[in-house]
């Protein structure tokens, strides 16, 4: 299964690190995609990294503020977040594909899911 770290709050303009673990899932074997979905809205994809991580597919909505990376020793997949908006509140989720390369941001191409982490900008 996988597990995010706690979300947390944030002022607009802000950062912050959270990261997806793996239990029972070697993630270096799959791809990875970060899910957002904010109260009253469809679930966006926000980014995918690839297996061993010679991919990294951004949102063009975080592109230049977002960034995804892995520690493979400790089987965990971050993302950072840099210059957070308002409209960055949502709760995040975790999800990953089996030997995925990231062609798209599309939630139905991920099997495995986490519980989600809360994430909130606001002055």
């Known amino acids: 299964y996988l597990e995010e770290s706690l979300g947390g709050t944030v002022h607009p303009g802000g950062s912050l690190r959270i990261h997806c673990a793996g239990s029972?899932?070697?993630?270096?074997?799959?791809?990875v995609g970060w899910f957002r979905q904010a109260p009253g809205k469809e679930r966006e994809g926000v980014s995918c990294?690839?297996?061993?991580?010679?991919?990294?597919n951004i949102a063009d909505s975080v592109k230049g503020r977002f960034t995804m990376s892995r520690d493979v020793a400790k089987n965990l997949v971050y993302l950072e977040m840099n210059i957070l908006k308002p409209e960055d509140s949502a709760d995040y989720y975790c999800?990953?594909?089996?030997?995925?390369?990231?062609?798209?941001?599309?939630?139905?191409?991920?099997?495995?899911w986490g519980q989600g982490t809360r994430v909130t900008v606001f002055a």
């Open positions: 990294i690839s297996p061993h991580g010679r991919t990294v």
């Open positions: 029972g899932k070697d993630l270096i074997n799959y791809g």
């Open positions: 999800a990953a594909a089996d030997n995925y390369y990231c062609p798209r941001l599309d939630s139905s191409d991920f099997q495995t």
